[in-house]
């Protein structure tokens, strides 16, 4: 059974979203890599804050149909480059149960292993659901600096959460609020501010109208510079916050609204990102646009965790939707074009999803493309309901010509995700596409 300190993935948590006949292997073997990493590896494989993902891919493929084989194969792929775990602190983690203590440390990569055992110990004394409510969730001022958090690092540590949850895998619950415990706090400025701006503006708009808007406003279209380290805390909340508060705050979640507003979400996500081209540049996913819809699945799966209250839902996704928008913002704003993806014509045309799904499987990588893949078919099943609604612009058969362009665009030469999209800069590297293709 899995706990705070050990990861059994099972054939009763196949995962939001997840092909039928899983094998008992693939979890016997996804499990025993899965341990293997949390034990031995650190959450960042390098000093720069580089995400270990091996967490977030085994599962992933798990739940598409990996074999054992295939499982073991991305696993020693990806074990190579990362780093064992740092010493505990001992004496900071007896007072680490102390919030000031738990809040002077925040933020500090070299303490990422205390947490992860005051979580860990903390999961195994009251359950992993009393303790997200409890640090991450209760709104006071250490939940608050843990809850932004999960929305730093391009959404990993949310994303990290999300496998936790949607697996039922507590040891994961754990590296992940611990992962969070480790990020910059910067989050908070834009997110906390937006929370406080947005009940007081008569506005309520779509995400797509505010994408809109923002790319229609030079001011903040511009504020992210090619050399800004992180272009949206050094571009956007640098040079462009209250106007980025201010269309932010015009996006709204009704208590009775969730289900609708989480398909929106997603949608609005996979519009800019699966949009964001650049004619006659071969097909790319944006590296940073694609963690928007990557972490859209797991506001599904929230969703359907009775232990977590409409308000608290209502928030996170809330704060998902502002911090996509300013992720958008950050890249330069690029028009989504949509005749990209209505016109793609995919490299093997008779594929449906199932082959998609084979095909991602057996990609060699960290676990992006799995995870694209995955998040565009949930993205499918959830927008259904919403074709007729203009808020909706990623529409029926777009959703499998989106599936053929993200594995196509990986197995396409060069490297497969383009690192921001709004900037020419970003695509100098990149082949013209044949001309039988434009």
Not at 134 to 148: I, S
Not at 222 to 239: P, S
Not at 268 to 290: L, S
């Amino acid at each position: 059974m899995a706990s705070a300190s050990e990861i059994q993935l099972s054939l009763d948590h196949c995962g939001q979203l997840h092909v039928p006949n899983i094998t008992v292997e693939s979890a016997v073997t996804g499990s025993k890599v899965l341990q293997e990493n949390h034990e031995m590896h650190h959450i960042f494989f390098n000093q720069s804050g580089f995400h270990n993902h091996i967490a977030q891919h085994i599962p992933t493929v798990f739940a598409l149909g990996a074999s054992a084989t295939a499982i073991k194969k991305h696993y020693d792929n990806n074990k190579s480059y990362q780093r064992p775990p740092e010493n505990l602190h001992h004496d900071l983690l007896r007072d680490l149960h102390d919030p000031a203590t738990f809040l002077k440390h925040l933020g500090q990569e070299k303490y990422y292993r205390d947490y992860l055992i005051f979580f860990q110990n903390e999961i195994d004394k009251d359950g992993h659901e009393e303790v997200i409510k409890n640090y991450m969730l209760k709104g006071d001022e250490r939940a608050n600096a843990v809850l932004v958090r999960m929305y730093a690092g391009f959404l990993h540590p949310i994303i990290h959460l999300g496998f936790g949850v949607e697996f039922n895998q507590p040891a994961i619950v754990a590296e992940a609020l611990a992962q969070a415990a480790v990020h910059d706090g910067w989050t908070g400025l834009f997110l906390l501010e937006t929370e406080k701006v947005s009940p007081k503006t008569q506005e309520s708009k779509s995400l797509v109208e505010i994408l809109d808007q923002i790319r229609a406003d030079p001011k903040l279209r511009t504020a992210a510079h090619w050399e800004d380290g992180n272009k949206v805390r050094d571009g956007i909340l640098a040079r462009a916050p209250d106007e980025m508060i201010k269309y932010a705050a015009q996006w709204k979640v009704g208590l009775d609204e969730l289900e609708a507003k989480t398909a929106e979400m997603t949608n609005a996500a996979v519009y800019f990102t699966g949009g964001a081209q650049h004619p006659p540049k071969q097909i790319k996913f944006d590296f940073f646009y694609m963690h928007c819809v990557n972490s859209s699945i797991f506001f599904s799966s929230f969703l359907e965790q009775s232990w977590i209250s409409v308000d608290h839902k209502v928030r996170l996704l809330q704060f998902k939707g502002w911090f996509d928008l300013a992720m958008y913002a950050s890249r330069g704003a690029p028009e989504p074009l949509l005749n990209e993806i209505v016109d793609y014509r995919p490299k093997h045309p008779r594929d449906s999803w199932n082959e998609i799904i084979e095909r991602v499987v057996e990609h060699e990588d960290d676990g992006h493309a799995s995870k694209l893949v995955r998040a565009l078919k949930n993205g499918e099943q959830i927008c259904k309901p919403y074709n007729d609604d203009p808020g909706f612009r990623i529409k029926e058969d777009m959703w499998l010509k989106l599936g053929h362009m993200a594995i196509d665009s990986v197995e396409d030469t060069g490297e497969p995700w383009v690192r921001n999209a709004g900037f020419d800069e970003a695509w100098e590297k990149y082949q013209d596409r044949p001309k039988a293709q434009l």
